[in-house]
Nanobody, 134 residues
């Protein structure tokens, strides 16, 4: 069972990157997948999440309208499209998966409540570094 995050790199402000989170050993159909980031000297934060039962959920106001999350079921992969990048988006980006339940808004309702109690996602991928600098 593995999650593999890729696609990070160095980008100028205003540029775009697409991060990918590929799962192996299990299918993402039954999982909520979240992207998280940790900037230097800061705590890790949840950015966006997607599941079959509540589409996508954004947790960070500063990325709304710039970042989008999508799933490619055929490739068992979740993508994070980063547009209009800013220097403050510089961070290590991680993807993580959590087993969800049918007909339950896992990203929108369940996970935020569980995180309040230091709940950990089921699987984590290694991070991919995004650096935004001119």
């Amino acid at each position: 069972v593995q999650l593999q995050a890729s696609g990070g790199g160095l980008m100028q402000p205003g540029g775009s990157l697409r991060l990918s989170c590929a799962a192996s050993g299990f299918t993402l159909d039954n999982y909520a997948v979240g992207w998280f980031r940790q900037a230097p000297g800061k705590e890790r934060e949840a950015v966006l999440c997607i599941s079959k039962h509540d589409n996508s959920t954004s947790y960070v106001d500063s990325v709304k309208g710039r970042f989008t999350i999508s799933s490619d079921d055929d490739k068992n992969t979740v993508h994070l499209q980063l547009n209009s990048l800013k220097p403050e988006d510089t961070a290590v980006y991680y993807c993580a998966a959590d087993r969800s339940r049918p007909h339950t808004p896992w990203c929108d309702i369940v996970l935020p409540r569980l995180w309040a109690f230091n709940y950990d996602m089921d699987y984590w991928g290694k991070g991919t570094l995004v650096t935004v600098s001119s």
